[in-house]
């Protein structure tokens, strides 16, 4: 997520063992995850190993994961007449599934 979007709703960043229920298109659920980690990175900053569990592929995960992302934010920020640059702040949650268990 941007950190513009934290800032503009003047909302507090996800918290440390905050668990979230993760369900398939259907609304049934298939994971609960925790937080466990939360930074705030500039897009030009995004490794690899955040973009591999982000998008869930090993597969090209860094390209793959900055074109899907330069093109939803532009899409966004076009909306409220901003523009994405590559220092852009995104806040990104790292986690662990803790359903179900491995």
Known sequence: MLYYWFEEANADLPKIGTKSIVTDFD???KAIIKITKVDTIPFNQISKEYAELDMGTKIE???KWKKAHW???ANALEQSGEKPTEEMLIVCEWF???WPEK
């Open 61 to 63: 995960p860094l390209k």
């Open 96 to 98: 662990e599934t803790i």
């Open 71 to 73: 093109d939803f934010f």
């Open 27 to 29: 609304g049934k659920a």
